[in-house]
């Protein structure tokens, strides 16, 4: 299985948004509305910020939200805040009966 | 409110195998239609779906990892467990357990590091 596609890196100053893709299969992300994104800071285990393709679980912020078109997932992050510094990761669901991650984009807060 | 501890020893020998416990609180395993599963994180790099167990039994494994790995559930002790056989220095990560509707996992433990090393 191969993992899901996404930027190595993104930028953008507080108070901008910014959109992080994942790119995938019709077998993966393009099939099951089983997407979900996780947020990791340094040495701290990843915490999930979306599911479900846009599905925000309690206590998370309404700044970030998901969407989907075809195979490719995206995340956008509204209002930046250096706060949100951190790796995102996506995942997916596959037909294989297996999951598959995202390789991780570097989020810079500028 | 589920929680999740990851428990093991942090030092493996090459060709040894590497056994990770999972357990949870705040709730039975067998008392929830979710998937158990395990995630690895090599240092500097992403993450790596392992596997994951549904209460019932029934595992779904990561075909790269397929001939090496097994996934058990004991519902009496509330825990999961993963066993990596033959285990070599490219298997040295953070072993995280979690839980989810599928798979891979949304909800996490705070991970174990584990080393191969001899």
């Known amino acids: 299985q191969s993992a899901l596609t996404q930027p190595a890196s993104v930028s953008g100053s507080p108070g901008q948004s910014i959109t992080i893709s994942c790119t995938g299969t019709?077998?993966?992300?393009?099939?099951?509305?089983?997407v979900s994104w996780y947020q990791q800071h340094p040495g701290k285990a990843p915490k999930l910020m979306i599911y479900?393709?846009?599905k925000r679980p309690s206590g998370v912020s309404n700044r970030f939200s998901g969407s989907k078109s075809g195979n490719t997932a995206s995340l956008t992050i509204s209002g930046l805040q250096a706060e949100d510094e951190a790796d995102y990761y996506c995942?997916?669901?596959?037909?294989?009966?297996?999951?598959?991650f995202g390789g991780g984009t570097k989020l810079t807060v500028l | 409110h589920l929680q999740l501890q990851e428990s093991g020893p942090g030092l493996v020998k090459p060709s040894e195998t590497l056994s990770l416990t999972c357990t949870v609180s705040?709730?039975?395993?067998?008392?929830?239609?979710?998937?158990w599963g395990w995630i690895r994180q090599s240092p500097g790099k992403g993450l790596e779906w392992i596997g994951s167990?549904?209460?019932?039994?029934?595992?779904y494994y990561n075909p790269s990892l397929k001939s090496r790995v097994t996934i058990s559930v004991d519902t009496s002790k509330n825990q999961f467990s993963l066993k990596l056989s033959s285990v070599t220095a490219a298997d040295t990560a953070v072993y995280y357990c979690?839980?989810?509707?599928?798979?891979?996992?949304?909800?996490w433990g705070q991970g174990t590091l584990v080393t191969v090393s001899s």
């Open positions: 979690g839980f989810g509707d599928v798979f891979p996992p949304d909800y």
């Open positions: 705040g709730g039975s395993i067998s008392g929830r239609s979710y998937y």
């Open positions: 167990i549904f209460y019932t039994g029934s595992t």
């Open positions: 019709s077998s993966d992300v393009g099939g099951y509305n089983y």
């Open positions: 479900d393709v846009s």
């Open positions: 995942s997916s669901y596959t037909s294989s009966n297996t999951g598959v």
